[in-house]
């Protein structure tokens, strides 16, 4: 399985400038995304950088004022609002997109706590795992999201714990969702 570890310029930069905001400041991350595909074999071009992140709010101005130190682009109050009402918040870094995600769901606190260290390109990194990946696709259920799941399928096969991810979809959907029966079916007939 090849990694995509050939970032380089802005997007290599906003990586190592969020990462080490994060790890400087001890907050529960994972990568997620086509950054995060990339580590599992899938290869798509992005140039953004999307994470689920658990951060409490006491620390939330510390870590944004590193980061508008670091060089993002981003407005403390307004960010901060945004994340305490809404769980989601974009910010940038010279033309990169950064896109945080709250664990509001117990299944985005599955995938954080089954995120792995991976190093791109330099960096360690707390990835998604694929069964994560998948999880979260799932809970999208976008087009886009159902082929990164048939890719995901098809690099992993067997190795990956589905059980896992059913469970943690029937937190959410009921089992006649069409999330299950199209999950059945991608299982039976991988693309490949």
Request: net charge neutral.
């Amino acid at each position: 399985m090849k990694k995509n570890n050939a970032l380089h310029g802005p997007l290599h930069d906003a990586l190592r400038v969020v990462v080490g905001a994060l790890e400087r400041h001890k907050i529960p991350y994972a990568l997620t995304g086509g950054l995060a595909l990339a580590q599992h074999g899938i290869v798509r071009a992005t140039e953004d950088i999307d994470l689920v992140l658990a951060i409490p709010q006491l620390k939330l101005p510390a870590v944004l004022e590193s980061l508008r130190a670091g060089g993002c682009s981003l407005d403390v109050r307004k960010t901060i609002r945004a994340w305490l009402e809404h769980h989601i918040v974009q910010m940038e870094f010279r033309g990169v997109r950064i896109d945080w995600l709250a664990p509001v769901l117990p299944a985005f606190q599955s995938v954080l706590k089954s995120a792995v260290v991976r190093p791109i390109a330099g960096i360690p990194v707390r990835v998604a795992s694929a069964e994560g990946l998948i999880l979260l696709k799932l809970i999208a259920f976008r087009e886009e999201d159902k082929i990164d799941v048939r890719g995901l399928l098809a690099v992993h096969e067997a190795r990956l714990d589905l059980s896992a991810v059913r469970e943690e979809l029937l937190e959410i959907f009921e089992p006649e969702d069409q999330r299950f029966v199209w999950l059945s079916e991608a299982v039976e007939k991988p693309e490949r």
